[in-house]
């Protein structure tokens, strides 16, 4: 069945997920250690963050799972904390992270709206965070649904993201392509029944995400070019 609609994930597919988000998590922690090196380091590590290098580790619940997964992680170290206060307090401040785009992304979309494709974003972020990411990078009016891990529809790898982004648009989801960078993405599109696309701009490489995709490519400016051999 021919694409009529793509499916984004946000961190790591909008936008270039290490370049992104880096030097905020490591603010995060300095902050929630109070500068405490000890501390810093225990945090780090349950969040499998390489401070001196500023870089996630592959197997980072940073980079796929929800705040409140990270947060029930790093509560056990900050006493009188609770992982949905510390949620909170995260939260309040993501949303003002410096989002860096893969490529322009503003051309992009509205070229794929030009074809007459309907666009979505599902990401484990809260939604208010994804709002105000694809807002100050001037493409929100680009999507037809946004939906966050608190949107009421759960979390990646789960469907329900998907599956209700098709629902809205009135969409079969087998004409639905899913894009993300993640394993948990590429496990949610096809729960839902979706085509679905990796991406290289996470962590996680061609060959963590070739054996789960439909195709590979280094980053969704590529996507036109795949969509005219698809014949879309």
């Not at 961190?11 to 300095?30: K, R, Y």
């Not at 794929?112 to 990401?123: D, K, S, W």
């Not at 639905?176 to 991406?199: F, I, N, T």
């Not at 963590?208 to 014949?231: E, F, N, R, S």
């Amino acid at each position: 069945m021919k694409v009529n609609a793509i499916l984004f994930d946000k961190d790591g597919t909008l936008f270039d997920f290490e370049a992104s988000w880096a030097d905020w998590v490591h603010g995060v922690i300095a902050d929630l250690s109070d500068d405490t090196e000890t501390l810093a380091e225990t945090l780090a590590a349950e969040v499998r963050f390489d401070r001196a290098a500023r870089r996630f580790l592959p197997d980072s619940p940073i980079i796929a799972g929800t705040l409140d997964e990270v947060s029930a992680r790093l509560a056990p170290h900050l006493p009188g904390v609770t992982p949905q206060a510390l949620s909170a307090r995260i939260n309040a401040s993501s949303g003002s992270a410096r989002m860096v785009p893969v490529t322009p992304l503003l051309p992009l979309l509205a070229g794929l709206r030009g074809r007459g494709l309907a666009l979505g974003v599902a990401t484990n972020a809260a939604v208010a965070e994804a709002s105000a990411h694809l807002s100050a990078a001037g493409i929100s009016a680009a999507f037809d649904f946004v939906a966050g891990c608190d949107s009421g529809y759960g979390a990646k790898p789960g469907p329900g993201m998907c599956r209700a982004f098709a629902e809205t648009m009135g969409l079969d989801p087998a004409g639905v392509l899913m894009v993300g960078d993640s394993l948990h993405d590429l496990h949610a599109g096809r729960a839902a029944g979706m085509r679905v696309m990796a991406v290289l701009t996470g962590l996680a490489t061609e060959a963590d995400l070739a054996p789960h995709a439909d195709a590979v490519l280094p980053h969704i400016g590529h996507l036109p070019g795949w969509l005219d051999a698809d014949g879309i």
